[in-house]
């Protein structure tokens, strides 16, 4: 069965620091995969990997995918109390799984 | 342009009853996932819908089930609710699989 795992599954910084989230896959068929921040209810796309070793940057945020080695990672640089959320990894096979997320608190 | 809209964003149902959640995708999207996020909990995969047909399932009962309309908005229905039913239910839209899909605000059930 398809299979995703994200770590920490919960972490607690101060604001300034920079957080690396993890996320590692098992999946038949892999498409892509995606990241997605959850504040209240619906969670907001943030990135689209496909390819191995590309980065895609989003201002302080940056994501880079290892297809070889199956996993990706999410950085945060400078964090800011509004970047507390949940981080949702996900990855497409024969549908969308996504892993448990992983609870960020920013405190000042 | 619109998001994926849902409704109602809140319902309170007791034991037994059902349960009606709605969910109109973005314009010109055939495909509609539903997902079920209880507290505290990822989100699991319930239902995937595209061009009226149902998809995938998820490892659900059978008391879940939906359908997509000719519009391609969906419905997912819960019979016989039960308390552990109470959750977050997020329904989502996608042009092409592999693609990014965009959720819509949810619709919170409470089941007591």
């Known amino acids: 069965e398809d299979k995703v795992v994200q770590s920490p599954l919960s972490l607690v910084v101060h604001e300034g620091d920079t957080v690396t989230l993890n996320c590692s896959y098992e999946?038949?068929?892999?498409?892509?995969l995606l990241w997605y921040k959850q504040e209240k209810k619906a969670p907001t796309f943030l990135f689209m990997l496909t390819s191995s070793g590309i980065e895609k940057k989003s201002g302080r945020l940056s994501s880079i995918l290892d297809k070889k080695e199956l996993f990706s990672i999410l950085n945060i640089t400078a964090t800011q109390t509004g970047d507390s959320a949940i981080y949702l990894c996900?990855?497409?096979?024969?549908?969308?799984?996504f892993g448990k997320g992983m609870k960020l608190t920013v405190n000042p | 342009e619109a998001g994926v809209t849902q409704s109602p964003t809140h319902l309170i149902k007791t034991r037994g009853q059902q349960a009606t959640l709605r969910c109109s995708p973005i314009?010109?999207?055939?495909?509609v996932y539903w997902y079920q996020q209880a507290l505290g909990l990822g989100l699991q995969f319930l239902l995937w819908?595209?061009?009226?047909?149902?998809?995938n399932r998820g490892n659900f009962p059978p008391r879940f089930s939906g359908r997509q309309f000719p519009n391609y908005s969906s419905e997912l229905n819960v019979n016989a609710l039960e308390l552990e039913d109470s959750a977050l239910y997020l329904c989502a839209s996608f042009q092409d699989s592999g693609n990014t899909i965009y959720f819509g605000e949810g619709s919170w059930l409470t089941v007591v």
């Open positions: 999946v038949t068929n892999f498409r892509s």
């Open positions: 819908y595209d061009e009226g047909e149902e998809r």
């Open positions: 314009s010109g999207h055939t495909s």
């Open positions: 996900a990855v497409w096979s024969e549908k969308l799984v």
